[in-house]
C-alpha cells in the first residue's frame, strides 16, 4: 500500500486468520531486531480507513469458506525497499548469488535472535540490490511467528528459527560466530525491551497489559539462555553449521 509520504508498506491486518496478536509480534520483534543491529524493514502502525476499503475490491482477506473484507483502523505496515516499479525483490536466490550476499552474516544473527525470541516458523528473508550494487543484501521479514505466534510462550526446540537454506551458515566455525548477536541482545535491559512495546495499539493484544508484560519478563530472562539454545541446534540431527569445529 503507497501511504502518506508516497512509501510503500506491506501491511497485515488485525482480522488476518493467525490472530491480532501477530500484528504485535510484528512491531516488536521488528523494532527489537533493529535495536541490536539486525537488517530489518522499518515498520510502522499504518491507518486504513472504511472508506478505502469500501472502494478497494482487493482489500479482502481469502478465508476458507469465502473472502471478508479486511479492517478499517491500525494495522502493521513493513516498509517496502524502494518503489514497486523500480525495486524488484526475490525471496529466492540460486546457490552463487546466495553464497555473495552483502550482509551473509546477517543470517547468523537473526538465527540468534529468533533463538531468544523462540521464532516458530522458519526463518524468512527477501533479497534486492540498491542503487547500481551488483550484489543482492538480505533483509529479514515476518516476525509474526517470534514468541509461538498468539500464545505468547516459548517451547523451544533445536531446529526452529533456522533459515531452511544452511549455505547461509558456512562463516559459523563455532559459538564465537555468533559472539556480536549474543552480546548485543544481553545487553538489552528491561527499559528497552518496554520501549520496543511501547508503540504496540493495546488493540493488537486486546488490551491486556498483564499479559504484555509478563511477555517482556520472560524475553528480559531469557538472554542468558541463547548460547545453550544455539549449542542443541549444533547438535541437532539436521547439522545445519557445517563448519562448526
Given at each position: 500500500m503507497r501511504c502518506v509520504g508516497e512509501e510503500y508498506y506491506v501491511v497485515?491486518?488485525?482480522n488476518n486468520p493467525q490472530g491480532v496478536r501477530i500484528l504485535a509480534n510484528e512491531l516488536l520483534a521488528t523494532r527489537l531486531a533493529a535495536r541490536v543491529g539486525l537488517p530489518v524493514a522499518q515498520v510502522a502502525v499504518v491507518?486504513?480507513?472504511?472508506a478505502l476499503i469500501r472502494h478497494t475490491e482487493d482489500?479482502?482477506?481469502q478465508m476458507g469458506r469465502g473472502r471478508a473484507p479486511c479492517s478499517a483502523g491500525f494495522q502493521f505496515g513493513s516498509r517496502y525497499p524502494g518503489s514497486p516499479a523500480e525495486t524488484v525483490v526475490y525471496d529466492f536466490l540460486p546457490e552463487e548469488q546466495l553464497c555473495e550476499v552483502l550482509n551473509l552474516d546477517a543470517f547468523r544473527g537473526i538465527f540468534v535472535f529468533d533463538k531468544w525470541?523462540?521464532?516458530?516458523?522458519?526463518r524468512q528473508a527477501i533479497f534486492f540490490r540498491?542503487?547500481?550494487?551488483?550484489?543482492?543484501?538480505?533483509?529479514?521479514?515476518?516476525?509474526?511467528?517470534?514468541?509461538?505466534a498468539g500464545e505468547w510462550n516459548f517451547p523451544d526446540?533445536?531446529?526452529?528459527?533456522l533459515y531452511a537454506r544452511h549455505r547461509v551458515y558456512d562463516g559459523v566455525h563455532g559459538l564465537e560466530s555468533?559472539?556480536?548477536?549474543?552480546?548485543?541482545?544481553?545487553?538489552?535491559?528491561?527499559?528497552?525491551?518496554?520501549?520496543?512495546?511501547?508503540a504496540i495499539p493495546p488493540d493488537w493484544y486486546g488490551g491486556d497489559h498483564d499479559a504484555l508484560e509478563r511477555l517482556l519478563e520472560q524475553l528480559f530472562r531469557r538472554r542468558t539462555i541463547v548460547r545453550d539454545l544455539i549449542v542443541s541446534?549444533?547438535?541437532?540431527?539436521?547439522?545445519?553449521f557445517a563448519n562448526w569445529k
Open positions: 497485515k491486518f488485525q491507518e486504513v480507513r472504511e482489500l479482502v482477506i525470541s523462540c521464532n516458530t516458523n522458519g540498491s542503487g547500481g550494487e551488483s550484489r543482492y543484501q538480505a533483509q529479514m521479514i515476518d516476525h509474526g511467528f517470534c514468541f509461538n526446540a533445536p531446529l526452529r528459527g555468533f559472539d556480536l548477536w549474543i552480546s548485543r541482545i544481553e545487553k538489552l535491559d528491561a527499559a528497552a525491551l518496554e520501549e520496543a512495546a511501547s541446534s549444533w547438535k541437532s540431527s539436521a547439522q545445519p
